[in-house]
Nanobody, 128 residues
Framework: QVRLVESGGGSVQVGGSLRLSCDVS????????IGWFRQAPGKEREGVAA???????????TYANSVKGRFTISQDNAKNTVYLQMNSLKPEDTAMYYC??????????????????WGQGTQVTVSS
């Protein structure tokens, strides 16, 4: 029932910026946890950021150390969209990026948390 669609990927130079979008629908729970993940060919999938909003509207964001200070996750509630603003991009950021709904009993809303629903992915390529 939960559906996610990513967009905004592309090819940029080292030091450049991109903003990825994740359009979310069918999410009827009182709280929300949306994570951004990435996977490069031949490498393990890595959680890079997580966005949490509680039933009262309190917001919390967390990041992997590899992107802390460079990436920002946020939500446009009116558009049902979660963003990943990526600045100071490095070649090692090159990967397919996915957004996902992190959910389940005992699952923490942190980067890399277990996700139940996934988007199709959007490619990010950073060249020097």
């Amino acid at each position: 029932q939960v559906r996610l669609v990513e967009s905004g990927g592309g090819s940029v130079q080292v030091g450049g910026s991109l903003r990825l979008s994740c359009d979310v629908s069918g999410y009827t729970y009182s709280t929300i946890c949306i994570g951004w993940f990435r996977q490069a060919p031949g490498k393990e999938r890595e959680g890079v950021a997580a966005f949490y909003k509680g039933g009262k509207g309190a917001v919390a964001t967390t990041y992997a150390n590899s992107v802390k200070g460079r990436f920002t996750i946020s939500q446009d509630n009116a558009k049902n969209t979660v963003y990943l603003q990526m600045n100071s991009l490095k070649p090692e950021d090159t990967a397919m990026y996915y957004c996902a709904a992190i959910m389940g009993l005992g699952v923490r809303c942190v980067p890399g948390g277990e996700a139940r629903y996934w988007g199709q992915g959007t490619q990010v390529t950073v060249s020097s």
